[in-house]
């Protein structure tokens, strides 16, 4: 669903404050949880935290009042809660009401907008999770078929047809005896910079007296297991590790998981000046299950590198290339 229609909808029940902010599959953490909303408006002082389905069930309604506890209990009090969804019963409308949700159904003609269960998952965008595990597939394996891009990549087979045709519409992939490849590599790294500039991402700018990037990770990288925080060495800082050809550089890229920064920033002595910057991100998805330890250093994996790589334009598009042919090689 794009952003017009969503705000559109909104507004038959709610007061909509132009101009209003839709950021779509946003990533929250509560405590040591991991969740994610389907989209969330910025309007005016108050947030709107929006989940769309096809039909509403008991199991999405009790899910989304516990999500709903759980940011109030982060001091979000300008906060409401919304469905938009094209199904829904008569009972669910009745609990939904005592939850304090709100419900907005939705014409039919829209079934084929919402077919995924989340828009900020949807095939129209190439950054998301599922979409990026279907390019990195080409990336890694070349020219395959719509069905062995399911397979390997661990998505539906209609996913991976609604990623497919994304990507051959804007020019990204050709189909050549019945093989599907990525034809346009710089027109992909155009898209992912556009659709997810690393500017996008929460970050703090941080210093250290250590000259030697690869030592100053390595201690990041125990400090933080000790310390029980979740860390992950990203892009630009990951490639060194994983590519023997690297360029030398005065600053590292690291994930850390929010409410650990600061904790952690203060046990290695971090500052406002030093020999090497250190810039911590908050991470937009899921970044350190999949992650690794080499050489002591815990880094995201190398389908995570790429995309980050390419969120940096053509700052590290060289990097990027050299990475894809070594795509598989962990």
């Known amino acids: 669903m794009e952003e017009e229609k969503l705000l559109y ?10 101009p209003s902010r839709v950021t779509f599959n946003v ?3 509560p405590g040591n949880t991991n969740l994610s909303i389907d989209a969330v408006v910025k309007n005016g002082n108050e947030s ?3 989940e769309i389905k096809r039909r509403i069930t008991f199991e999405n309604l009790f899910r989304f009042n516990s999500y709903k506890d759980l940011v109030k209990q982060q001091g979000i009090t300008m906060a409401k809660f919304v469905f938009l969804t094209v199904f829904v019963g008569e009972d669910i409308k009745d609990i939904a ?28 965008k190439i950054t998301s999770k599922r979409s990026f595990d ?9 020219p395959s078929t719509i069905m062995a891009l399911s397979q390997s990549s661990g998505v539906s087979y209609g996913w991976a047809h609604g990623i497919v045709t994304r990507l051959k519409e804007i020019g990204i992939i050709d189909r050549k ?3 599907y490849e990525i034809v346009n590599i710089d027109k992909l790294l155009d898209s992912i910079a556009y659709e997810r500039p690393i500017g996008s991402l929460n970050s703090k700018e941080y210093w250290t007296d250590s000259d030697d990037i690869l030592k100053f990770a390595r201690d990041v990288s125990s400090t933080a297991k000790i310390k029980e925080a ?13 590519d023997p050809y690297y360029v030398k550089s005065d600053t590292l890229y690291v994930y850390v998981e929010p409410l650990k920064m600061v904790s952690l920033a203060d046990e290695l002595h971090l500052g406002r000046s030093g020999n090497l910057k250190v810039l911590a991100y908050l991470p937009d998805r899921d970044v350190f299950t999949d992650s690794k330890t080499l050489d002591g250093v815990t880094l995201t994996s190398q389908k995570q590198v790429l995309l980050d790589l390419a969120s940096f334009g053509v700052l590290y598009r060289e990097s990027f290339k050299r990475m894809v042919e070594r795509v598989g090689i962990e």
């Open 27 to 29: 990533q929250f953490y």
């Open 48 to 50: 709107i935290y929006v």
């Open 177 to 179: 005896f019945g093989l």
């Open 9 to 18: 909808f909104l507004s038959k029940k709610l007061v909509i404050y132009p």
């Open 230 to 242: 979740k860390i992950a060495f990203m892009g630009p800082t990951a490639s060194i590790l994983y």
């Open 97 to 124: 009401n005592k939850l304090e949700i709100i419900i907005i159904q939705l014409p039919p003609s829209l079934l084929t907008e919402i077919t995924y269960d989340n828009p900020g998952y949807s095939p129209s």
């Open 134 to 142: 279907v390019i990195y597939e080409m990336l890694s394996k070349g």
